[in-house]
């Protein structure tokens, strides 16, 4: 039979019980992590991808808040949209309205190329293929894209 006394388990014995401090210090080595760069994912195509397409959620708020502006303008009257619209001429925001452009078509194919893995769908019991829904992700755009530039330009 073993006998396991208070020193045997690190602890001291006060007044007829034990103490629950241990007699050792309390050192932990610390494991070996290889150093990564704050960069890292700018080396490979698709982590970079996947940050770019999180903060193109920046651009698209941009784009919401700037219609919200542009309602707000046209509720005011002509003038305000003039204003507006003079504004909005400013090389700043030129350069800024194309930017956040190329960031929310970025967004909007990177998602379309996402949806079929996003959506499943089954018809008969097989799943489509994801060539079939991206694809007509592509077409519902198109079709909206040209009726939207038939309204503007019918004038």
Not at 71 to 79: K, R
Not at 112 to 141: D, T
């Amino acid at each position: 039979m073993v006998q396991i006394t208070a020193d045997a388990l690190g602890c001291q014995v006060k007044h007829g019980g034990l103490s629950g401090t241990p007699n050792h210090t309390a050192y932990h080595p610390r494991w070996y992590r290889e150093r990564v760069s704050t960069y890292w994912w700018l080396w490979k195509w698709r982590y970079l991808k996947f940050v770019l397409r999180e903060l193109s959620s920046v651009p698209v708020a941009y784009f919401v808040i700037l219609t919200l502006v542009q309602v707000h303008a046209l509720s005011d009257g002509p003038e305000a949209y003039a204003d507006f619209q003079r504004w909005m001429t400013h090389p700043v925001f030129l350069t800024l309205n194309a930017i956040s452009f190329l960031f929310v078509l970025f967004h909007t194919v990177t998602w379309f190329n996402l949806a079929p893995r996003a959506i499943v769908v089954r018809l008969r019991g097989k799943r489509v293929p994801e060539f079939l829904i991206a694809g007509s992700n592509y077409a519902a755009w198109l079709v909206i894209s040209a009726a939207v530039a038939w309204l503007i330009l019918r004038s």
